[in-house]
């Protein structure tokens, strides 16, 4: 098992790219079963749960080509649906990824009938699917839970008027994906406006979908009879960007992300302006520089975009451990999401946690130890623990991190961090 070892005290001077974003790209791919020709998605991160995506699809049938690219580029992956035969996605692969889940909407769309394993929960909360099946059922489709999948059927969905009863990123996904081949107009209501929906949403409408509305709360989708092969470049990780970001405010530094998009990322830059950081936004370029300077406790209250996302929630904490005065986090997204605390007191940060509410007193200097990574997130607060920790930190169980970062511990380096992987 892989372990990254980081030593600490040396502040991030330089520039990164940033590379396609994992949480647009997976329901991207799933997006291809909709077609009926080859899809080319380029930008596409090497990450762990893409390869997971791809093994999928595979699996269902479909003929998939990749470009390995370069880290610089991203990879190409050219997916061709036409030869999918099987609708059936296995517990063994939902179970290690839980946007497999996102393949029910465009499978029952395209061929009528899906089964898809329940997902299951996971380490940061319980990740119920009701609002998928809820809203596939709007469309008129008919589901049953059994025998830990959902078995769905639909001679031809119909379009529909749906509220959502919460906003779910991953709900609007799988309907939207799933009314663009229904029959007449499906207005959403209350949907998740997440930058990867307008990603997924523009990469729809390159295979001939016809949406309006999409990254607003009220999506309206016209249903077309077929969709087909086209090209889609994917959106820059906005928590990759915000991550390094944050690297860099900890350590005191001053570093520019490369081929980032800014304009999705307002509530992260907000605190980190807060933090005493100058940010300048420059196109695609973002320079954040701490002059050496100690960071400023945050509070933080995550909730769905625009507001802070909760897959940054982590590496604030991390920030504020560390920072002047004292920050409350607050996760109202998921109800388990601060495994990290654990970890983090394990390197000397003073945090009280009260059900939601996480009381961080940043403390003068933290001491590296070793620690484990229990998410994707979660790994990545240690991480930056770690760049500022006094001495050596050691990270195991980092599956998590390379599910979600590409090549972390390289782009680090290259930002003057000491890290480096080992077996
Ligand atoms: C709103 C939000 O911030 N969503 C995050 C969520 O998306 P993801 O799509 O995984 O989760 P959802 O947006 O669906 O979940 C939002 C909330 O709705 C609840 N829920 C969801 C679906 C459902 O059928 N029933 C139900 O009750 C969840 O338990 C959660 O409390 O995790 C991703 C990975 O960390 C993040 O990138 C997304 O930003
Ligand atoms: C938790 C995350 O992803 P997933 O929903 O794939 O577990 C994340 O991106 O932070």
């Given amino acids: 098992m892989h372990k990254i070892v980081v030593q600490g005290g040396r502040p991030l001077n330089g520039e990164v ?6 949480n647009a790209v997976l329901p991207i791919l799933c997006a291809t079963l909709l077609a009926d020709g080859p899809v080319e998605i380029s930008n596409v991160p090497h990450l762990h749960d893409v390869i997971t995506t791809v093994k999928l699809l595979g699996e269902l049938g479909a003929g998939i080509t990749i470009d390995e690219g370069t880290l610089a580029k991203g990879c190409g992956i050219s997916v061709d649906p036409t030869t999918v035969h099987s609708q059936v996605a296995s517990y063994e692969l939902v179970k290690t990824m839980r946007a497999s889940v996102l393949v029910l909407g465009p499978l029952l769309a395209r061929y009528g009938h899906a089964e898809v394993s329940l997902p299951g929960g996971c380490a940061i909360g319980s990740r119920p699917v009701d609002l998928h099946i809820k809203g596939l059922q709007a469309l008129g489709a008919e589901i049953a839970v059994e025998n830990g999948f959902i078995k769905a059927r639909a001679d031809r969905l119909k379009g529909a008027h749906h509220v959502f009863e919460m906003v779910s990123v991953g709900a609007t996904e799988n309907v939207l994906m799933a009314a663009t081949l229904a029959e007449g107009t499906t207005v959403l209501e209350n949907a998740a406006m997440e930058p990867e929906i307008v990603d997924l949403a523009e990469c729809l409408k390159a295979m001939g979908a016809r949406i309006e509305g999409a990254g607003s709360n009220r999506i309206v989708v016209e249903g077309v009879e077929r969709l087909h092969g086209g090209a889609h470049s994917v959106v820059p990780d906005r928590i990759e960007t915000g991550t390094f970001l944050v690297a860099a405010a900890m350590t005191g530094g001053r570093i520019t992300v490369r081929k980032a998009r800014p304009d999705t990322l307002d509530s992260v830059l907000d605190k980190l302006r807060q933090t005493g950081a100058d940010i300048a936004v420059d196109g695609d370029r973002i320079t954040l520089d701490m002059g050496g300077r100690r960071p400023k406790a945050v509070d ?20 504020n451990c560390i920072a002047e005065g004292v920050g409350v986090i607050n996760e109202t997204i998921f109800e388990n999401r601060f495994m990290h605390v654990n970890e983090l007191l394990r390197l000397g940060a003073d945090i009280r946690v009260d059900g939601h509410t996480a009381v961080v007193r940043g403390v003068d200097k933290l001491s590296g130890a070793p620690v484990m ?33 590409e090549n972390l511990e390289e782009k680090l380096s290259g930002l003057g961090a000491s890290i480096r992987r080992v077996r």
């Fill in 17 to 22: 790219q940033i590379s396609g974003a994992k």
């Fill in 300 to 319: 933080i209250s995550t909730a769905p975009h625009p507001a802070f996302p909760t897959d940054m929630q982590a590496q604030f904490m991390a920030l």
């Fill in 373 to 405: 990574a229990t998410d994707l997130r979660a790994s990545a607060s240690l991480v930056l623990a770690g760049l500022v920790a006094e001495g050596e930190t050691t990270v195991d169980r980092i599956y998590h991190l390379d599910r979600g970062y």
